[in-house]
């Protein structure tokens, strides 16, 4: 396709110094379908340094004639358009954007795929001719880049303890730590300057510090009455426990249940129960004597203080998840064996080499212990299923204690405030709408239209600012994923 039989777009920012003779920098792109010109200063120079154009007052259509390589010529009189190769005198489409906006816009460079190709060439452009040069900061460059480096060493050294660091949700939130002041240097790096997500981990971190150093203060004046109610707490929850299961082991709400086999798995679950007390009798004096030092996390942010809830809800709740575990593992294997056993007194059998089910022919003994162990289990199933719901929905309760820590602390890693305050005050940082606005057409064609960025809605601003270190936190396991667990058994 020919040159002039392409549509011409010129891009001009809306604050050009039209007063002012000189040379104009900006880009040059071909499309299959289109030539576009981006002019990218506003304020013209007299150097024909990576130039796209020329305005004056004597510009016309004879510039076309002139040997140069400027392909574009503004008439600063009339705010014409004159561009070299279109000799045809095709239409020329101006497009007049603001340039402040689309310059600092972090939106249209976060996600330019969204504004279009001659948005995000524009975007680029305004970008790359505003970077700032390294040249004198050598020294702080080199030093976040070792930084960096040894950021990363210690990032794959816990990868390689992630089977003990995702036992403790302090270990856990201080691994999130390191990848956060990881990327949080990266992004320093690239943007060289603070962005609304960059501002918003600052203003994050430093609320977090300043309620961690708040609550520190309040622990220890309040330390003996914490002591008491953590010890009342745990108290209270085995002693629940306790007479929850010598009430199971009775005839609860009137069911009949196996005497013998319910009256063994409570007082196994009994005998859990005493250890822990013991143990944690036992932990009591030392964590009395040694609080400062749990307390001391908090110099970096309550969010620590948090997570080292989450674990102390872990031991406190122990002995209750490992009664869970052995209900849920008798359970599992119940239902295992009594749909293998149902296969067999119907006279089938599980093709591992097929994946299917197939008949087969068993023998009289083989029926007789199918069918007699089928009924024994059948018959010792609601024992199981009643402890297994019970301490299932324990093991939900606690599920939920967590979640909602967790949610705290990733909310307190991330509040919005700086972005909040951009798009307070109509920041071009937090601008991302497009609002395209048909301005004139002339009598050979030329169409002139304005293209402004307008602040996103609220939400949409606060969802865009969240940092890449904490975007990607998800669940592990949905609420699908948890009823079918607790519906097989599986170990939630």
């Not at 200063?41 to 154009?53: D, E, F, H, R």
């Not at 007049?96 to 906006?101: A, L, P």
């Not at 691994?175 to 918003?200: D, H």
């Amino acid at each position: 396709m020919k040159v002039s039989e392409k549509t011409i777009l010129v891009f001009i920012p809306d604050n050009l110094n039209y007063k002012r003779l000189g040379y104009l920098s900006g880009q040059k792109k071909v499309f299959p379908n289109s030539e576009v010109y981006y002019i990218t200063s506003v304020i013209p120079t007299k150097t024909n340094y990576q130039s796209i154009g020329f305005i004056g007052e004597k510009v016309d259509f004879d510039c076309r004639k002139v040997n140069t390589d400027i392909p574009i010529y503004i008439n600063s009189l009339h705010e014409q358009i004159v561009v070299r190769n279109n000799l045809e005198n095709k239409p020329i489409t101006q497009i007049i954007y603001d340039y402040e906006r689309f310059k600092h816009s972090d939106l249209v460079n976060y996600e330019p795929e969204k504004y279009g190709k001659h948005l995000k060439y524009l975007s680029s452009d305004l970008r790359s001719s505003t970077q700032i040069s390294t040249n004198g900061r050598n020294i702080i460059v080199k030093y976040l880049l070792s930084v960096i480096y040894l950021l990363n060493c210690f990032i794959n050294l816990l990868f390689k303890l992630s089977q003990v660091v995702q036992i403790s949700s302090t270990f856990v939130h201080f691994e999130e730590s390191i990848k956060t002041l990881r990327w949080f240097l990266n992004t320093v790096l690239e943007e060289k300057k603070i962005t609304p997500k960059l501002g918003n981990t600052i203003l994050a971190k430093i609320i977090d510090l300043a309620l961690g150093l708040f609550l520190i203060s309040y622990v220890l004046d309040y330390e003996e009455q914490i002591f008491d109610f953590m010890n009342f707490i745990i108290e209270s929850i085995i002693s629940n426990l306790r007479g929850l299961l010598l009430y199971l082991m009775g005839q609860p709400i009137g069911l009949k249940l196996n005497y013998g086999f319910n009256n063994f798995l409570g007082r196994f679950f009994l005998y859990h129960i005493s250890l822990w007390r013991i143990f944690l009798h036992g932990l009591y004096p030392l964590f009395t004597s040694h609080f400062k030092w749990f307390v001391l996390p908090g110099i970096f942010g309550v969010s620590y203080q948090i997570a080292m809830i989450s674990d102390i809800v872990s031991i406190a709740t122990f002995h209750s998840y490992c009664i869970y575990i052995y209900a849920a593992r008798l359970f599992n294997l119940q239902l295992k064996c009594l749909k293998s056993l149902w296969r067999v007194s119907i006279g089938r059998k599980f093709n591992p080499l097929r994946s299917r089910v197939d008949s087969c022919q068993y023998s009289q003994n083989q029926l007789f212990i199918g069918t007699l162990s089928f009924t024994i289990l059948l018959f010792l199933l609601p024992t199981t299923t009643m402890y297994y719901v019970v301490f299932t929905v324990f093991r939900l309760i606690t599920l939920f204690i967590y979640g909602c820590l967790q949610s705290l602390r990733n909310l307190i890693n991330i509040i919005p405030v700086y972005s909040v305050l951009l798009w307070t005050i109509n920041a071009s940082s937090v601008a991302g709408t497009v609002h395209i606005i048909w301005k004139s057409i002339d009598d050979r064609g030329n169409v002139k239209i304005e293209a402004k960025l307008e602040k996103p809605p609220f939400v949409t601003s606060i969802k865009k600012f969240i940092p890449n270190s904490m975007s990607n936190v998800k669940n592990e396991k949905t609420f699908g994923d948890i009823f079918h667990s607790s519906i097989t058994g599986t170990i939630l």
